[in-house]
């Protein structure tokens, strides 16, 4: 920094100088004498020899104000002139005008004839620091600059705290903007006290990743008022946030009405894992108690929760005008895709998170899929509870299958990776519930396989509409999980069911 640059370079120019100080000096201290008399220049360089010759002071000289201001605008290192005021082309006094324009610390001392008081007078008005007069004395002259020294000292220091407070401004501005509301205040305050928590760049680090995703939103939003949706998802989102929050969540990213956390960063929990299985729990609860005594639009709809634990690289992505604290990588991205595999009101973990909470979270029935882009089966639990915790238990509410007085006919075609397969086959619903039915004729499916059903009226080819749908179990018929029934659709099968429980 400046302060220390010149704290090194500040000497006692003549030969009175600590040992300590002389330890640390390792370069000059540079002095600019403006005087146009032909001797100065040879009367200073007499005088400082000894000291010029240690490298402890550099002279510069300039026999009138502009001469002055291009060395001093070659060399920011030159805080302290010595300047005669009487002097060709540009004086004294002008040059302390000029001086103050370079918006830089230098202190010029005005050098004068003693008989010459209104001159001194004047540029001491100038922000002259101080003056001397002719002849000088040079013990006088040892004492003003030790003076100036100690000033000049002092405005470098002030210019450093002021720019470090700045620095401190900056990145603290930096911290809020990077994580907003996305993280507990406890959070902030690690990271505002860490100077290194939010360097640019990455690590690797071991997180666990909660994936959640609203079901039947979508067909809800296509039929509401823009203003409408727009209150519902805030409903949901302030009520999701104070959750995730309190269990030490960070909001990485809304997709919609998704929404994607990591626990474990930027702050390091042991029980990360724990935390974000906890988490899950309470937020289907949350929900629960949104559509019980929220927006009655809210009952409409139901949430899924994928939860996978392992290593990431974690960081700052961006420049230091705009970034974004995120985590990359394939244990990442597992999370989502697990959630893709749960139906409305279920919460799925991995292997490497249940492993992880087996002495504190309850599991219930265990399944294998094939994801895509992952060669290995992917072993899934679903979530029922916490142990020793009555409140934190939680089963996936179902409704009693009704049947139907006679089934409905659907064409059926296996969705993957949002696309519909060519392959389609024909089968019936014989009873359904509001987020469950029975498909007959379903053939091998496996299970968490997506469905895309298209409904026909009795009797006739006519097509009521499309449901989608996940195979939940394949005994005794093929259970499915309606993920997504528009509302002529629900009318459709409500009609035919009677009042559902």
């Given at each position: 920094?400046?302060?220390?640059?010149?704290?090194?370079?500040?000497?006692?120019?003549?030969?009175?100088?600590?040992?300590?100080?002389?330890?640390?000096?390792?370069?000059?201290?540079?002095?600019?004498?403006?005087?146009?008399?032909?001797?100065?220049?040879?009367?200073?360089?007499?005088?400082?020899?000894?000291?010029?010759?240690?490298?402890?002071?550099?002279?510069?000289?300039?026999?009138?104000?502009?001469?002055?201001?291009?060395?001093?605008?070659?060399?920011?290192?030159?805080?302290?002139?010595?300047?005669?005021?009487?002097?060709?082309?540009?004086?004294?006094?002008?040059?302390?005008?000029?001086?103050?324009?370079?918006?830089?610390?230098?202190?010029?001392?005005?050098?004068?004839?003693?008989?010459?008081?209104?001159?001194?007078?004047?540029?001491?008005?100038?922000?002259?620091?101080?003056?001397?007069?002719?002849?000088?004395?040079?013990?006088?002259?040892?004492?003003?600059?030790?003076?100036?020294?100690?000033?000049?000292?002092?405005?470098?220091?002030?210019?450093?705290?002021?720019?470090?407070?700045?620095?401190?401004?900056?990145?603290?501005?930096?911290?809020?903007?990077?994580?907003?509301?996305?993280?507990?205040?406890?959070?902030?305050?690690?990271?505002?006290?860490?100077?290194?928590?939010?360097?640019?760049?990455?690590?690797?680090?071991?997180?666990?990743?909660?994936?959640?995703?609203?079901?039947?939103?979508t067909a809800l939003a296509d039929r509401l008022e823009p203003e409408a949706v727009l209150a519902l998802l805030n409903e949901y989102f302030e009520a999701m946030f104070a959750v995730i929050l309190r269990h030490g969540g960070t909001i990485n990213a809304v997709l919609g009405d998704?929404?994607?956390?990591?626990?474990?960063?930027?702050?390091?929990?042991?029980?990360?894992?724990?935390?974000?299985?906890?988490?899950?729990?309470?937020?289907?609860?949350?929900?629960?108690?949104l559509k019980a005594n929220g927006s009655g639009e809210l009952s409409k709809v139901s949430m899924g929760i994928g939860i996978h634990s392992g290593n990431a690289v974690v960081g700052n992505i961006g420049s230091q005008q705009r970034a974004k604290y995120s985590a990359i990588g394939?244990?990442?991205?597992?999370?989502?895709?697990?959630?893709?595999?749960?139906?409305?009101?279920?919460?799925?973990?991995?292997?490497?998170?249940?492993?992880?909470?087996?002495?504190?979270?309850?599991?219930?029935?265990?399944?294998?899929?094939?994801?895509?882009?992952?060669?290995?089966?992917?072993?899934?639990?679903?979530?029922?509870?916490?142990?020793?915790?009555?409140?934190?238990?939680?089963?996936?509410?179902?409704?009693?299958?009704?049947?139907?007085?006679?089934?409905?006919?659907?064409?059926?075609?296996?969705?993957?990776?949002?696309?519909?397969?060519?392959?389609?086959?024909?089968?019936?619903?014989?009873?359904?519930?509001?987020?469950?039915?029975?498909?007959?004729?379903?053939?091998?499916?496996?299970?968490?396989?997506?469905?895309?059903?298209?409904?026909?009226?009795?009797?006739?080819?006519?097509?009521?509409?499309?449901?989608?749908?996940?195979?939940?179990?394949?005994?005794?018929?093929?259970?499915?999980?309606?993920?997504?029934?528009?509302?002529?659709?629900?009318?459709?099968?409500?009609?035919?069911?009677?009042?559902?429980?």
């Open positions: 920094m400046l302060l220390d640059k010149f704290r090194c370079a500040t000497l006692d120019v003549v030969g009175q100088v600590g040992a300590k100080d002389a330890a640390m000096a390792s370069q000059a201290l540079e002095l600019l004498i403006v005087d146009d008399e032909q001797d100065v220049p040879l009367l200073f360089r007499h005088r400082f020899r000894r000291r010029v010759r240690k490298g402890e002071v550099e002279l510069h000289f300039a026999a009138n104000g502009y001469e002055a201001l291009e060395v001093l605008r070659n060399n920011e290192n030159i805080h302290i002139v010595l300047s005669d005021i009487n002097m060709p082309e540009m004086d004294g006094l002008r040059l302390l005008a000029e001086v103050q324009k370079l918006g830089r610390v230098v202190n010029v001392v005005i050098v004068s004839a003693y008989g010459d008081l209104a001159n001194i007078r004047t540029a001491m008005n100038r922000g002259s620091y101080d003056f001397l007069t002719k002849p000088l004395d040079f013990d006088d002259l040892t004492a003003t600059l030790e003076k100036t020294t100690a000033h000049v000292e002092e405005q470098l220091a002030a210019i450093e705290s002021r720019e470090h407070a700045l620095e401190l401004e900056e990145r603290n501005r930096f911290v809020r903007s990077t994580f907003g509301r996305y993280v507990s205040d406890d959070v902030v305050a690690h990271l505002l006290e860490d100077p290194h928590a939010l360097a640019l760049g990455g690590e690797r680090r071991d997180i666990t990743t909660l994936a959640s995703d609203m079901r039947g939103f998704g929404l994607f956390v990591f626990f474990g960063v930027p702050i390091s929990h042991d029980d990360a894992p724990t935390r974000a299985v906890a988490c899950a729990v309470e937020m289907m609860r949350a929900l629960e108690e394939i244990d990442v991205n597992l999370a989502a895709r697990i959630e893709g595999y749960t139906v409305g009101g279920q919460i799925l973990i991995s292997e490497a998170t249940r492993a992880a909470v087996a002495e504190t979270v309850l599991v219930g029935e265990r399944t294998e899929v094939q994801a895509k882009g992952v060669r290995e089966p992917l072993v899934l639990h679903e979530v029922v509870g916490l142990q020793g915790d009555p409140s934190g238990s939680y089963a996936r509410k179902v409704h009693t299958l009704r049947r139907f007085d006679e089934p409905v006919q659907v064409h059926c075609a296996v969705v993957s990776a949002g696309r519909v397969a060519d392959d389609s086959f024909d089968g019936t619903l014989v009873s359904a519930s509001l987020d469950e039915a029975m498909l007959e004729g379903g053939g091998d499916l496996e299970p968490l396989t997506n469905l895309r059903l298209q409904l026909r009226a009795h009797g006739t080819d006519e097509m009521v509409g499309e449901v989608y749908a996940k195979v939940i179990a394949a005994e005794d018929g093929t259970r499915l999980g309606l993920t997504s029934v528009p509302p002529d659709v629900r009318a459709f099968l409500d009609g035919l069911l009677g009042a559902p429980d």
